[in-house]
T-cell receptor
Framework: GAGVSQSPSNKVTEKGKDVELRCDPI?????LYWYRQSLGQGLEFLIY????????KSGLPSDRFSAERTGGSVSTLTIQRTQQEDSAVYLC???????????FGSGTRLTVV | KQEVTQIPAALSVPEGENLVLNCSFT??????LQWFRQDPGKGLTSLLL?????REQTSGRLNASLDKSSGRSTLYIAASQPGDSATYLC????????????FGKGTRLHILP
């Protein structure tokens, strides 16, 4: 596609429910990042996929968070048993390869009530 | 571990002024550095990408400089306009492109009409 697409754009969920956030990167981009941005805060790194390499999961805050990237394209970030502190904007970015310019999606605003 | 600092954290200036946003980073082993803007509630928009071999990069009223050895980059905005109001973030991209990108917390800019 022309840009990085994220869905849904907004998600309200009840505490304890699982949620899935989707990122569709630019076609052909091998690098894909997930970041989280809480209200008034900077970008917090979550996970990084680069080609066929094992993903860098060092930023995932707990084992309730997981992500996968199928076929080197679409990525899904899953949060199990959501907590109120998970409320944030989740941003996805892709790049042709690590080190090239990054394009961000518009994000998914997650609200846990 | 890369640490990125952006100064000032917030800035309000009258329309028409020229201004400088600063970014410093602790690990100078970078491949390139990218400047982004983020409008409230939106994703990140790429402004400029400056390669590690370059000293500066220009796009319209924006000029980014890079001093890799001292771990500094500046974003110069000429003749500021109210539409420039946004948060500006810098992101040094690691030389090892398998490493994750760490963002600064940004400078929140408000241009007064």
């Amino acid at each position: 596609g022309a840009g990085v697409s994220q869905s849904p754009s907004n998600k309200v969920t009840e505490k304890g429910k699982d949620v899935e956030l989707r990122c569709d990167p630019i076609s052909g981009h091998t690098a894909l990042y997930w970041y989280r941005q809480s209200l008034g805060q900077g970008l917090e790194f979550l996970i990084y996929f680069q080609g066929n390499s094992a993903p860098d999961k060092s930023g995932l805050p707990s084992d309730r968070f997981s992500a996968e990237r199928t076929g080197g394209s679409v990525s899904t970030l899953t949060i199990q048993r959501t907590q109120q502190e998970d409320s944030a904007v989740y941003l996805c970015a892709s790049s042709l390869s690590g080190g090239y310019g990054y394009t961000f999606g518009s994000g998914t605003r997650l609200t846990v009530v | 571990k890369q640490e990125v600092t952006q100064i000032p954290a917030a800035l309000s200036v009258p329309e028409g002024e020229n201004l400088v946003l600063n970014c410093s980073f602790t690990d100078s082993a970078i491949y390139n550095l990218q400047w982004f803007r983020q409008d409230p509630g939106k994703g990140l928009t790429s402004l400029l990408l400056i390669q590690s071999s370059q000293r500066e990069q220009t796009s319209g009223r924006l000029n980014a400089s890079l001093d890799k050895s001292s771990g500094r980059s500046t974003l110069y905005i000429a003749a500021s306009q109210p539409g420039d109001s946004a948060t500006y973030l810098c992101a040094p991209v690691p030389l090892n492109r398998d490493d994750k990108i760490i963002f600064g917390k940004g400078t929140r800019l408000h241009i007064l009409p």
